[in-house]
């Protein structure tokens, strides 16, 4: 475990530039009208920025000195964890404390948009979480398989659904009612529940990914 | 220990490695010796488990190793590996932290025998000193099994003498198998104990260093008088020079007679004998 917690402490150390511009994003960016976007939705960019380090930064460096594949494994999804749940803690005091004092008469946060804000507000911030962590589950499960030709596949198919899902109606409904189950949904059993299921079966396609990875 | 079973790696049509079997079993120091593109990078980053082969079996301690297994129990250093850019001391604690068998004390008598500046960043040391920390660190690991790539790439003369020295201290401390790729060869006769040539993707030649000192020698002589000579011995090669011939062989020296002029090899002759080749044909 100590291997493991080390992993997980250098993974989040060397993440920095993405703590740097989330942070930069987070505090300057503004809008204007009566409708605006509440600033904690930029936390949401950590999320994103974060797997990028992990796949293409961290995995190389910490197999050189001395880390095992299975320990990398385990202290991703440990760190993925650790900032799914500081990222919604973050924008969910931002959704309560901040958002209520903009002089704008609307403020959208994505809480909000998910209908997340309709449970406890502790429930939201669950729900916002195990969001979060599926997202950074599946790009890092994404980014991995990059440099191998089933990468290149996986990214030709994303296209091709969204492209051919979007315009037809009736496929249109499932990729909206998909996206209504894991992320526009009110009901906190069901959208963790799924999440977590997903996360968990990405974890698995990630682990296998992981198993053939060369360096 | 390590087993290779009829190990096959292709790049495409190229067949890097040639259905190699090989055991080793013993702790010792080992040194891999090979021309470039003879297959060495390869063979040990398959032994590490950073690659898959095409076919065949690697095994360590029992364990099959594929990019799939997850601890492999290996330790293995490139020459140009790259680190975190942190300050050297920093890094070797990280090492000892994210590897549990990691030996620390080994690894900071070693970074005060170099004179490594803990406080200095790994980009911003030279490439012998890059190389040096990277050795360190894969050395400290205290896997069962040790491979270091052209480790003495970017060192100069004293550094090589100190790293010698640093191998020698580490396998007294802990025997285990540790393989060191390299092309200086003369330098790290006084510190291995046995020596791998691989040629063109196969393992021309694996035994103890002795054996080289005790049975590789040049017999030189007139044409008739050396092919009589070595008629049954192993000739690793022939050089014709007008009438005398030399040829070099691996076997036990024929009796020594006026017409013929008999010397040891040294590991450099004998390396060169072995997978030397003219316009890619074997002498």
């Known amino acids: 475990m100590k291997a493991i917690f080390a992993i997980v402490k250098r993974l989040l150390a060397s993440n920095a530039i993405s703590y740097i511009v989330t942070l930069l994003m987070v505090l300057c960016a503004t809008s204007s009208g009566d409708t605006v976007l509440s600033n904690g939705n930029y936390t949401w960019l950590l999320a994103v920025m974060t797997p990028f380090f992990f796949v293409f930064y961290d995995y190389a460096k910490l197999m050189h000195l001395g880390a095992s594949k299975k320990d990398y494994c385990i202290g991703c999804l440990i760190s993925y964890g650790i900032l799914a749940f500081g990222i919604s803690l973050v924008n969910t005091l931002i959704h309560m404390l901040i958002d209520p004092v903009y002089p704008a008469r609307a403020v959208i946060n ?30 890092h499960v994404l980014l991995s398989m990059q440099l191998y030709w089933y990468g290149w596949l996986t990214d030709a198919a994303l296209v091709a659904i969204v492209c051919i899902f979007t315009p037809i109606a009736a496929l249109r409904s499932v990729l909206s009612n998909f996206f209504q189950v894991i992320m526009i949904n009110g009901n906190a059993f069901l959208q963790i529940g799924f999440c977590l299921l997903l996360s968990a079966a990405l974890s698995c396609v990630g682990l296998y990914v992981l198993k053939r990875k060369t360096l | 220990m390590i087993e290779l079973s009829n190990v096959v790696k292709r790049y495409g049509q190229a067949t890097v490695l040639n259905n190699i079997t090989l055991a080793i079993d013993e702790p010792s120091i080992y040194c891999l010796l090979g021309r470039n593109g003879a297959g060495k990078t390869t063979l040990l980053k398959s032994i590490a488990g950073y690659q898959n082969i095409t076919s065949g079996t690697i095994q360590v301690d029992g364990k099959r190793i594929s990019t799939a297994t ?31 068998d990691y030996d620390y004390d080994f690894a900071s008598e070693m970074m005060e025998r170099f004179e490594l500046d803990v406080n200095k960043k790994f980009n911003h040391l030279s490439l012998g000193m890059k190389t040096m920390v990277s050795t360190i660190i894969c050395l400290a690991s205290n896997k069962s099994v040790v491979l270091l790539d052209e480790p003495v790439l970017g060192f100069d003369a004293i550094m090589r003498v100190e790293f010698y020295d640093m191998l020698t201290e ?54 008739k008088d050396v092919e009589t000579a070595t008629k049954h011995l192993h000739v690793i090669g022939k050089d014709a020079v007008g009438g005398l011939v030399t040829a070099y062989i691996f076997d036990d020296p024929p009796e020594q007679n006026a017409s013929l002029e008999i010397h040891p090899l040294s590991l450099l002759d004998f390396f060169i004998q072995m997978v030397g080749h003219k316009g890619g044909t074997a002498r």
């Open chain 1, 110 to 139: 994505m809480m909000d948009v998910c209908k997340w804000t309709g449970n406890n507000i502790v429930v939201a911030a669950l729900q916002q979480m195990f969001f979060l962590l599926l997202v950074m589950i599946f790009l």
């Open chain 2, 170 to 223: 580490s396998f007294r401390r802990h025997p285990r198998i540790i393989i060191v790729s390299t092309h200086i060869i003369e330098e790290i006769a006084k510190t291995i104990q046995k020596l791998i040539v691989i040629d063109r993707g196969s393992i021309v030649f694996f035994d103890t260093l002795q054996s080289v000192e005790t049975k590789a020698f040049s017999v030189s002589g007139l044409q």
């Open chain 2, 70 to 100: 997850l601890d492999t129990g290996v330790s293995y250093i490139e020459n140009f590996a790259k680190h975190l850019n942190l300050p050297v001391g920093k890094l070797l604690r990280i090492a000892s932290e994210v590897n549990p």
